[in-house]
C-alpha cells in the first residue's frame, strides 16, 4: 500500500469514529487522534491533545493514580512492604499482576506478590481509619520483621474521608525506627495513573534519597551505572543487567524491578542512570540530576538495532575501554540474532501491526517489529503527555495513525479500517480482539511470556508474534472484514 493511500485510509478512519460522537464529544476527540509520519514536518505527534480529562461517559482504558504508585514504582520493590490502605478490592486487583520477576523468600525477606490491605469496611468509612492502620503496621512488623520499610499506598475512600496518613506513617517512623512512607495516591487525582507516577517518584526523592544510612560504606567505581524503570517484567531488566555488566559497567541499583530499599537509597552513587519508562521514572532521573549532578539518557533494549544504538550510545559516555568492549559485545550477539531474523522474517515480512499500551512501548517496541520486517501502522498512549508523542515521532518509518487514550469503539472502528495482521495491547483489549477472530498479544506484561528486553530476548519476541499471527487455530475463525467478504 502506497504512503498516500495509507494516510488516506488512516484519515477516513478517524472520520468515521468522529462522525458517530456528539458534536461536543467529537470536538474534543478530534483533538487526541491524527496521523503522523516521519517527514520532517509538523504532524499528529506535536499537536496531538494528552493528560487531560476522559470524556465523561466514554470507557477509557486508562489506569489511575493509585495503579500508578503501588502498581508500577512502588509495588516491585521486593523487600520492602505495600500496603493498600482502604477497601480490599483495589488491593486484590493490583495484587502481583505485572509479573515484576524478583529473588528472595517469599514471606520471609521478599514480599511483592503477597498482598497486603487495610480492609476498609463501612464502619472505617464512618469513623475513620487511621487508628486501623497503626494496628496494621504493627502487625507487618511483628509478622514479617525482615522487611526493609512499609509503603502506604492510599485508595480513593482516604482521600474522600481524610485520613491523615502522612502523620500516622511519621508517628510509626519515629516510634520504631521502621521506613515508613505514606503516599497519597488517592485514584481520582490526576485523569491517568500518570499523576501516581510523579506523586510516587516524590515520595522516593522525600524519604529514600535523603537516606545516608547505606551511603556511607559504599565503594564507588568510574563505571556505577543505575537502571531506572525497568519493572522485571518477565525477567527484562535482568536481561538488561546482564548486558550492561558484558560491557563493563556496574549496576549498583536496578528498580523498581528486582529492587530493594537499598538500592534505591545507593542509586545517588551512580555515575550515570539509565532510564527506560521515560514516562513512569523521568521525575526522579531529573531530580538526581539537579540534585546530585547525576547525568540520566534514554536507551531502548527492543530488538538488535535498537539495541545495538542503545548499547553504543551508553557506551559513549565511558572510556575506550568500555566502548571497545561494547564493539565485541556487539558483535558476538549480532551473529545470533541475525539468525533469529533468517528464520522469522521471511514468516513475518509486511504483516500490519497495531500498537495500544501505557508506558513507553507504543514507541519502544516499533523498532522490534520493523527488525522482523513488519509495519506498525497505528500506535497510541494510555496516559502519554506531549513529550512523550514527540519522542515517537522519532520512531516513525511510515504514515502512522496516532491515537491518545482511545476507548474500546475508537479502537475496533481503527482495526476494522485499517485491518492489521496483529493488535499488541494491553491487558483490557486481549480478547475483545481474540474474540474479533484477530491475532493479538498482550505488551503490557508479555502474555506470560518474556523477557523482551535484549539480544537473547529478542529470539523470545520473535517466537511470540510467529505462534501469535500463524498458529493453525486462525484457520478457523475469521475477522470482521473476511466475514463481511465472503457475505458479499
Keep these: 500500500m502506497g504512503e498516500e493511500t495509507l494516510k488516506t485510509q488512516q484519515q477516513e478512519a478517524i472520520e468515521e469514529v468522529l462522525s458517530a460522537y456528539p458534536d461536543k464529544a467529537a470536538k474534543n476527540r478530534a483533538k487526541h487522534l491524527g496521523v503522523d509520519s516521519p517527514e520532517g514536518v509538523k504532524g499528529s505527534c506535536d499537536t496531538t491533545r494528552s493528560n487531560k480529562q476522559t470524556v465523561p461517559g466514554v470507557m477509557s482504558q486508562r489506569g489511575c493514580a493509585y495503579a500508578g504508585s503501588k502498581g508500577v514504582v512502588w509495588g516491585p520493590i521486593k523487600d520492602m512492604i505495600h500496603i493498600s490502605h482502604g477497601p480490599i478490592g483495589c488491593g486484590q486487583y493490583s495484587r502481583g499482576g505485572r509479573r515484576n520477576y524478583y529473588i528472595g523468600t517469599t514471606g520471609v525477606d521478599t514480599f511483592v506478590t503477597m498482598n497486603f490491605s487495610t480492609d476498609f469496611n463501612e464502619k472505617d468509612i464512618v469513623f475513620g481509619g487511621d487508628k486501623k492502620l497503626k494496628k496494621a503496621l504493627e502487625e507487618i512488623d511483628e509478622l514479617f520483621p525482615l522487611n526493609n ?6 485508595e480513593c475512600p482516604i482521600g474522600l474521608i481524610g485520613d491523615d496518613i502522612q502523620s500516622v506513617s511519621k508517628i510509626y517512623k519515629k516510634e520504631t525506627g521502621t521506613q515508613t512512607v505514606a503516599v497519597s495516591c488517592e485514584g ?23 537516606d545516608e544510612s547505606y551511603k556511607k560504606d559504599f565503594e564507588s567505581t568510574p563505571y556505577d551505572v543505575s537502571i531506572i524503570g525497568d519493572y522485571n517484567i518477565g525477567g527484562d531488566a535482568w536481561a538488561t543487567r546482564i548486558l550492561l555488566e558484558e560491557i563493563g559497567l556496574r549496576v549498583i541499583a536496578q528498580w523498581s524491578g528486582d529492587a530493594s ?91 500490519k501491526v497495531m500498537l495500544y499500551v501505557g508506558g513507553l512501548r507504543p514507541r519502544h517496541v ?33 504514515s502512522t495513525l496516532i491515537y491518545d487514550d482511545a476507548n474500546e469503539f475508537e479502537l475496533e472502528q481503527f482495526v476494522k479500517k485499517m ?29 506470560y511470556s518474556g523477557p523482551y528486553h535484549g539480544y537473547d530476548a529478542f529470539a523470545v519476541f520473535a517466537k511470540d508474534m510467529d505462534l501469535a499471527m500463524n498458529s493453525p487455530v486462525w484457520n478457523h475463525t475469521q475477522a470482521p472484514w473476511e466475514k463481511e467478504e465472503i457475505g458479499a
Design 149 to 154: 520499610g512499609i509503603s502506604i499506598q492510599s
Design 188 to 210: 481520582f487525582r490526576g485523569v491517568s495513573q500518570s499523576l501516581g507516577h510523579h506523586i510516587a517518584n516524590d515520595m522516593i526523592r522525600d524519604h529514600v534519597m535523603p
Design 261 to 351: 530499599y537499598k538500592e534505591m537509597a545507593i542509586a545517588a552513587k551512580s555515575k550515570l542512570n539509565l532510564l527506560h519508562c521515560y514516562r513512569s521514572m523521568n521525575y526522579i532521573s531529573r531530580h538526581m540530576e539537579q540534585e546530585f549532578g547525576i547525568p540520566w539518557m534514554e536507551y531502548n533494549f527492543f530488538g538488535p538495532t535498537n539495541t545495538t544504538e542503545s548499547l553504543r550510545k551508553i557506551a559513549a559516555f565511558f572510556d575506550e575501554k568500555i566502548q571497545n568492549k561494547t564493539e565485541e559485545v556487539i558483535a558476538k550477539y549480532t551473529a545470533m540474532t541475525d539468525k533469529v531474523i533468517a528464520k522469522y522474517r521471511p514468516l513475518l515480512e509486511g504483516k
Design 366 to 398: 516499533i523498532g522490534a517489529y520493523e527488525d522482523l520486517g513488519m509495519e506498525v501502522i497505528g500506535t497510541g498512549y494510555e496516559f502519554a503527555h506531549g513529550d512523550d508523542y514527540k519522542r515517537t515521532k522519532e520512531d516513525l518509518k511510515r
Design 419 to 447: 485491518r492489521p495482521d496483529l493488535v499488541a495491547a494491553g491487558v483490557k483489549e486481549k480478547y475483545v480482539f481474540q474474540k474479533m477472530g484477530l491475532p493479538f498479544r498482550q505488551m503490557h506484561s508479555w502474555d
